[in-house]
């Protein structure tokens, strides 16, 4: 079946740190990964996507590249702040079958000034 | 447009009562997607509808669980009766094309059983 697996967490920082949460995925086929991050009180909303093989993602500073032979789309950040605290979810939707999202279990991130 | 919109944001009730909670997707968007998020399980799909039609409630934990959909601004996640078990936030979410492309979730509904 299809699954998403998260580093396990809390991570804590600095800031200016160099930030790295790893995610690797099973699936049959190739399927579009996410990033998806949740500030504390709201929902979920995307932070970057990659669609097929060897993308990359980016947004706010943050990227992710589709690893097929590894099968993994780690997120990182070359320099973090307090304002990115907040927990990161990776996901992937399949490519055949039900259009639904599968999440990881969830990184919660913490920068101290 | 105002995103997705749920309601309400928090609902306290005993248990044994009925709950129901609301979701306005954005309009336009043909899928509608509830979750539920707890600390132990993490995050969870329970069902999803593809033009108002439920395509996967395979996730729905048990009977007390039910979803509508009657039509395509609005729709419902009812527990009835509740149990403390069923404490998390629900969160409603809606995309345009299914899976592969941008889900936009609400703000969720904190819901607590006494």
């Known amino acids: 079946g299809n699954s998403v697996t998260q580093m396990e967490g809390p991570v804590t920082l600095s800031e200016e740190a160099f930030l790295t949460i790893n995610c690797t995925y099973t699936?049959?086929?190739?399927?579009?990964l996410f990033w998806y991050v949740q500030y504390p009180g709201e929902g979920l909303q995307l932070l970057l996507k990659?669609?097929?093989?060897?993308d990359k993602g980016s947004n706010k500073g943050f990227e992710a590249t589709y690893r097929k032979e590894t099968t993994s789309f780690h997120l990182e950040k070359g320099s973090v702040q307090v304002s990115d605290s907040a927990v990161y979810f990776c996901?992937?939707?399949?490519?055949?079958?039900?259009?639904?999202?599968?999440f990881g279990q969830g990184t919660r991130l913490t920068i101290n000034p | 447009d105002a995103g997705v919109i749920q309601s309400p944001r928090h609902e306290v009730t005993e248990m044994g009562q009925e709950v129901t909670l609301r979701c306005k997707p954005i309009?336009?968007?043909?899928?509608l997607f509830w979750y539920r998020q707890t600390m132990m399980r993490g995050l969870e799909l329970l069902i999803y509808?593809?033009?108002?039609?439920?395509?996967?409630d395979s996730g729905m934990p048990e009977d007390r669980f039910s979803a509508k959909m009657p039509n395509a601004s609005f729709s419902t996640l009812k527990i009835q009766p509740s149990e403390p078990r069923d404490s998390a936030v629900y969160f409603c979410?809606?995309?345009?094309?299914?899976?592969?492309?941008?889900?936009?979730f609400g703000q969720g509904t904190r819901l607590t059983v006494v």
């Open positions: 979410a809606s995309s345009l094309g299914g899976g592969h492309a941008e889900a936009f």
């Open positions: 699936a049959t086929g190739y399927p579009s």
């Open positions: 990659a669609t097929k093989a060897d």
């Open positions: 996901a992937l939707s399949p490519i055949q079958g039900a259009q639904k999202l599968v």
């Open positions: 309009s336009g968007h043909d899928y």
């Open positions: 509808f593809n033009n108002n039609v439920p395509i996967d």
